[in-house]
């Protein structure tokens, strides 16, 4: 399984956890740190998988999120877009997440 291919399972794993997890006034950041935690993660650039490649795979000077997965495959997938953000619409994200990771597979991955 390529690194990417890694990252994709690790954080689709990560977020189906939260979206079944999380309630009304939860913090996903506590969340993402208790599954982390609880699976044996223990340095995770910013406890975001997507991050955490785009970090390994930068090189000097490039503009952070040029090699996020979800960028990949969407140029314009944003973490922090208000219609599925994150912190704030964790089981829409999750469904960003579903959505984005069917179409990286359907054109044969990334």
């Not at 995770?44 to 490039?62: K, M, P, S, T």
Request: hydrophobic share 35%; net charge neutral; aromatic share 14%.
């Amino acid at each position: 399984m390529s690194k990417l291919d890694t990252c994709w399972k690790n954080c689709l794993r990560m977020w189906k956890w939260i979206a079944e997890n999380y309630t009304d006034g939860d913090e996903v950041c506590e969340l993402k740190d208790q599954w982390l935690r609880d699976n044996g993660f223990r340095k995770v650039a910013l406890n975001c998988f997507f991050c955490h490649y785009d970090r390994d795979e930068r090189i000097a000077g490039e503009r952070i999120c040029k090699h996020c997965p979800g960028v990949l495959v969407d140029s314009k997938f944003h973490c922090n877009d208000i219609a599925y953000d994150y912190t704030y619409s964790p089981n829409e994200f999750y469904a960003k997440l579903l959505q984005l990771n069917a179409k990286r597979l359907k054109a044969g991955g990334q």
